[in-house]
């Protein structure tokens, strides 16, 4: 059973720094695709990022493009999201999930870390 572990979030000022990180489990994710998304309060899941396990090829939402940088170090099976220039709108609870190729869809996330900017 894949599990995933958030950790890093935090109460920061509107223009830090953040690294949050998602420590996978439970199964080989060479075919993986693991993604970071949030809820703001009061909003819906938004995606934020994602990176394909196998070439590392990323993707981002407009809103962070050029403010976040998804990554992952293979041998400790962690994915991470660094969030710079933050912004008080990114205040959210932060989760990473994964899918693999033989899915559509996010089927394993993990329970969130909160992320708070003051402006």
């Known amino acids: 059973q894949v599990q995933l572990v958030e950790s890093g979030g935090g109460l920061v000022q509107s223009g830090d720094s953040l690294r949050l990180s998602c420590a996978a489990s439970?199964?080989?994710?060479?075919?993986?695709?693991m993604g970071w998304f949030r809820r703001a309060p009061g909003k819906g899941r938004e995606f934020v990022a994602a990176?394909?396990?196998?070439?590392?090829?990323?993707y981002y939402a407009a809103s962070v493009k050029g403010r976040f940088t998804i990554s992952r170090a293979n041998a400790e099976n962690t994915v991470y999201l660094r969030m710079n220039s933050l912004k008080p709108e990114d205040t959210a609870d932060y989760f990473c999930?994964?899918?693999?190729?033989?899915?559509?869809?996010?089927?394993?996330w993990g329970q969130g870390t909160q992320v708070t900017v003051s402006s």
């Open positions: 999930a994964v899918k693999f190729s033989d899915s559509a869809d996010y089927g394993s």
């Open positions: 439970g199964r080989t994710f060479s075919s993986a695709t």
């Open positions: 990176i394909r396990w196998s070439d590392g090829r990323t």
